[in-house]
């Protein structure tokens, strides 16, 4: 019979070094007994493991459900030299919705009878700032644009129904105005001289325009607005005779209006990646009474070719508003807003259409969906002619506000039958009155 074998030396140093470890984490794991509570492991589990190997049993395995793994990646220690990390990211894509305010006003003259009655002969001054600043509180947009009917001199102080002298500048910024379009039928009259003098005089006074190509001028723009890119573009279907003249000496000053060139310059703006166009049109007759079906062929192409706002002038009276609906390079309906005639902001004639015009206001969003019309409003204006402080003045003012203090009894009632004529002229049109 075998005797029992004893335990080697080898086995009880293996177990001596194996106790010894065991102590070695007793003491860390209590250093850090009050740290992560994921590494914390006490010191009866430690010795309670130790005891498991030197009496050579295998440990009870925890229930799967109680196991938390937790994966920790550190970041690589950075080169004394190296420049800090920066983290880039992946352009966003145009999804958040831009929106702005416009107010855009009617037709804009100074002509002789204004300009006699701002005139000051002992100081040889005019003074023009008082005739529009009465509607200043209601150009309120983000952008507030009119149509200038005149050239303006700088040469001298002559003046006449196509001349304004320089000092009208001051009563175009009088009423909050910021742009100004010069695409009319007499804006190359005084060749190109008065161009550049025009756009010279507003630009030095801080407004923008556009509608003629010279100077800082350009007849299509592209405009930035509350992060939206505005498209403007301006097109005069004719010139005066004398104009005419001027022109072929200048072709480059402005492009008459064709389909050709409007489509051409449409695609132009949208390819610039334009989130709204908008197209100004010197059309029709200063007598035209109504929408022709020239006006209506026009507008249909201009919408058809991307032109989201149609803004029209020289017609003396507003005329009817109306939408197109077409639809864009995806085949999705887009409202085009057409405003055949804004009339007359300021003028000298007293017919009856001839005194009132339209501020119109809109909101627009735009977004890689396209754009929208959030608001479409309108405030009717009147042009007051009477004597104030004896001699005969100019003040345009709005129609539904209560008339100021200074008018008469006639003038009040001239204002209230612009108003009504407005009403109807609009009854059925998109837009609504404003409150």
């Known amino acids: 019979m075998r005797g029992k074998r004893g335990v080697s030396f080898g086995t009880i140093l293996t177990l001596l070094l194996t106790a010894a470890v065991i102590a070695g984490c007793v003491v860390v794991f209590a250093k850090i007994e009050t740290g992560n509570p994921r590494a914390h492991m006490s010191a009866q589990k430690v ?14 395995p925890v229930p799967e459900a109680t196991v938390r793994t937790v994966t920790v990646t550190l970041a690589p220690a950075p080169s004394p030299t190296a420049a800090p990390h920066k983290t880039t990211q992946a352009p966003k894509k145009k999804t958040d919705a831009h929106s702005f305010t416009l107010t855009v006003g009617g037709l804009v003259a100074f002509e002789s009878e204004i300009s006699d009655s701002v005139y000051n002969k002992s100081q040889k001054t005019f003074n023009y700032k008082d005739i529009l600043s009465l509607i200043r509180e209601k150009m309120d947009g983000d952008m507030n644009l009119i149509s200038l009917g005149q050239v303006i ?63 800082s001028a350009q007849q299509n723009r592209m405009i930035q607005l509350n992060g939206a890119k505005i498209a403007l573009l301006a097109y005069t279907e004719s010139l005066t005779a004398k104009g005419k003249i001027n022109r072929e000496k200048q072709p480059k000053v402005m492009t008459l209006y064709s389909q050709q060139q409007a489509q051409k310059d449409l695609a132009a ?21 109504g929408i022709t079906s020239a006006m209506r062929s026009t507008a249909a192409f201009l919408a058809e070719n991307g032109a989201d706002l149609v803004l029209g002038y020289q017609p003396s009276r507003v005329l009817p508003m109306e939408t197109m609906s077409v639809p864009d390079e995806n085949g999705i309906q887009r409202q085009c807003l057409i405003a055949y005639s804004m009339g007359t902001l300021l003028g000298e004639s007293r017919e009856k259409y001839d ?81």
């Open 47 to 60: 010795f309670g493991l130790m005891g498991d190997a030197l009496n050579g049993t295998t440990p009870v």
């Open 153 to 215: 001199n700088t040469e001298d102080q002559k003046y006449g129904d196509v001349l304004a002298p320089q000092s009208i500048v001051a009563g175009i910024k009088a009423a909050g105005i910021d742009d100004v379009l010069l695409n009319t039928s007499h804006v190359l009259d005084q060749d190109i001289q008065g161009v550049n003098g025009t756009v010279s005089s507003l630009t030095k006074e801080g407004l923008s325009c556009g509608g003629v190509t010279a100077g």
């Open 269 to 289: 703006a949208r390819k610039n990646g334009a989130d709204f166009i908008i197209v100004s049109m010197y059309w029709g007759k200063k007598d035209t009474t």
């Open 355 to 435: 005194i009132s015009g339209i501020l119109l206001h809109l909101k627009v969003s735009c977004s890689s969906n396209g754009a929208e019309y959030d608001l479409m409003e309108y405030t009717p204006t009147y042009i007051c002619r009477q004597k104030i402080s004896s001699k005969i003045q100019y003040r345009v003012v709005s129609a539904l506000d209560a008339p100021p203090d200074f008018m008469e009894a006639k003038q009040k009632e001239y204002m209230a039958n612009a108003l009504k004529r407005i009403r109807t002229t609009l009854e059925s049109s998109p837009v609504t009155e404003r409150k």
